[in-house]
T-cell receptor
Framework: DAMVIQNPRYQVTQFGKPVTLSCSQT?????MYWYQQKSSQAPKLLFH???????NEADTPDNFQSRRPNTSFCFLDIRSPGLGDAAMYLC???????????????FGDGTRLSIL | DQQVKQNSPSLSVQEGRISILNCDYT??????FLWYKKYPAEGPTFLIS?????DKNEDGRFTVFLNKSAKHLSLHIVPSQPGDSAVYFC?????????FGKGTRLSVIA
C-alpha cells in the first residue's frame, strides 16, 4: 500500500521548459519534504512544508519552487530547468521533526527527471 | 562540507555472515540518527533509528550502535541475506531536517 505517491515516475522535459512534479500522501503527516538526488550523491533537501509553513534551504536555487495546496498534496515546480537539474526528485513526509520527536521520514519512489 | 560521511562506497559480504556499515558525523548537535535502505527504482525505506541518549538499538537482524564520543555509528546486519543487497543511507537530524550520507552499496553473495 503506497503511502507516499509520486507522479510521474519518469519525466522528460526540454531545456528551459517549466515542469511540475507531484507528490501525495495518505499518512496525514504534517511535514512534506522535497529532496534532489544525483547519481552516487546523498539526497539533498530542497525545502519542506510544516503544515502550511514553507521552509526553503539556503542553497536551493530560485528556479525551484513548491506549493502545498492541502495536507495531502505537495508540488515541486522547476521554472526553467537546466541540464544540471537532471536528477531523481524524492518526496518524503513525517509527522514532525522537532528535537525530541523521533519520527522517521517516509519516502516516495521518486521522479527521475531528464532534460533534453 | 559533508556533515554525514559514509566512507565505504561498497561492501560485499557472504550470505550468513555479518554486514557492518559505518557512518561518521561532524555535528555534535545531531540528536537522532537513522538508517535507510534503498533498492533500485524505489525510494529509501526506513530501517532503524537511534536517539542520541542511547548507544544501541536492536530490531531483529538489525542493530545500530552509536558512539557519541567518536561521532560514529554503525549498522550491523546478522545474518546477512541476499535480499539485504541494497544501498544503505545513514542520516542524522539536528536543528534542521535530515542530513544524509552518500550511501554504501551492500552486496550479499549467496
Amino acid at each position: 500500500d503506497a503511502m507516499v505517491i509520486q507522479n510521474p515516475r519518469y519525466q522528460v522535459t526540454q531545456f528551459g521548459k517549466p515542469v511540475t512534479l507531484s507528490c501525495s500522501q495518505t499518512l496525514n503527516h504534517n511535514v512534506m519534504y522535497w529532496y534532489q538526488q544525483k547519481s552516487s550523491q546523498a539526497p539533498k533537501l530542497l525545502f519542506h512544508y510544516y503544515d502550511k509553513d514553507f521552509n526553503n534551504e539556503a542553497d536551493t536555487p530560485d528556479n525551484f519552487q513548491s506549493r502545498r495546496p492541502n495536507t495531502s498534496f505537495c508540488f515541486l515546480d522547476i521554472r526553467s530547468p537546466g541540464l544540471g537539474d537532471a536528477a531523481m526528485y524524492l518526496c518524503a513526509t513525517s509527522r514532525d521533526f522537532a528535537r525530541g520527536s523521533n519520527q522517521p521520514q517516509h519516502f516516495g519512489d521518486g521522479t527521475r527527471l531528464s532534460i533534453l | 562540507d559533508q556533515q554525514v560521511k559514509q566512507n565505504s562506497p561498497s561492501l560485499s559480504v557472504q550470505e550468513g555472515r555479518i554486514s557492518i556499515l559505518n557512518c561518521d558525523y561532524t555535528n555534535s548537535m545531531f540528536d537522532y540518527f537513522l538508517w535507510y535502505k534503498k533498492y533500485p527504482a524505489e525510494g529509501p525505506t526506513f530501517l532503524i533509528s537511534i536517539s542520541s541518549i542511547k548507544d544501541k538499538n536492536e530490531d531483529g537482524r538489525f542493530t545500530v550502535f552509536l558512539n557519541k564520543s567518536a561521532k560514529h555509528l554503525s549498522l550491523h546486519i546478522v545474518p546477512s541475506q541476499p535480499g539485504d543487497s541494497a544501498v544503505y543511507f545513514c542520516a542524522a537530524r539536528g536543528t534542521t531536517p535530515l542530513v544524509f550520507g552518500k550511501g554504501t552499496r551492500l552486496s550479499v553473495i549467496a
